[in-house]
């Protein structure tokens, strides 16, 4: 295995921005937070804690408790769940099966602090044979950093326990937040432009491809790895 990719999980391989973005704007209107649907796709990449913060901070002045900001995150994880399932991102599945078959290590970087997180993955994802697509010992969670994206320490923390030299990893991004971490760590950013933001967008965060989706990188992969 000389290769590792790391792999974003909200847009990248789950298409399950539209509802974060819903119960984001729900929970946080619900808070008398000032947050809208929009909010959520520029702050992308962020962890919820982060972006609780954040919120707090700038409409009251004042820094929120842990328990508060918990609270918070509770309650927009169970309005997520409410607002239904959702799905792989179309053609990733033949991404992550192209990658599997290349003997490349495939790694799930995420701000993402639910505590199902596995266990969903490897429903959405099920492989035949005995090696499962995921590994816990291959993801980095909001449980696993101090700073989240924007910051590269996620990216940078997946690179240490990859143990390949930097340019042979390369982080899957969807959003410009993840696109400037991947960057800082001193990754290849391949991003892939599943929302609604113009790709000049991950442009100006140095991604060193933009594909406009999931058989663009496809394409990009069969060429180069
Ligand atoms: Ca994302």
């Not at 994802?125 to 696993?144: L, Y």
Request: proline share 5%.
């Amino acid at each position: 295995m000389n290769k590792a990719f790391f792999f974003d999980m909200d847009g990248i391989l789950f298409n399950s921005m539209p509802n974060h973005a819903r119960a984001w704007e729900e929970v946080m209107t619900a808070h008398g937070l000032d947050f809208k649907a929009e909010d959520c796709y520029i702050n992308e990449g962020r962890t919820g804690q982060d972006v609780i913060h954040e919120a707090v901070l700038a409409l009251e002045g004042r820094e929120p408790t842990e328990d508060e900001i918990w609270d918070i995150y509770e309650e927009k994880t169970r309005r997520f769940y409410e607002l239904g399932p959702t799905y792989p991102i179309e053609n990733v599945d033949k991404v992550l099966r192209y990658l599997r078959k290349r003997e490349c290590q495939i790694w799930v970087v995420t701000g993402s602090g639910q505590a199902t997180l596995f266990d969903h993955l490897n429903e959405a994802f099920p492989v035949e044979g005995k090696n499962p697509i995921f590994a816990r010992e291959r993801m980095i969670t909001a449980f696993d950093v101090t700073k989240g994206k924007p910051d590269p320490e996620p990216y940078l923390k997946a690179w240490q326990k990859s143990g390949l030299r930097k340019d042979q990893c390369f982080v899957i991004e969807n959003a410009p937040l993840g696109v400037r971490s991947g960057k800082g760590a001193g990754l290849t950013v391949l991003a892939v432009n599943t929302g609604p933001l113009a790709p000049q967008a991950l442009y100006d965060e140095k991604a060193d491809f933009v594909f406009d989706n999931m058989t663009g990188l496809l394409n990009w992969l069969q060429t180069n790895v």
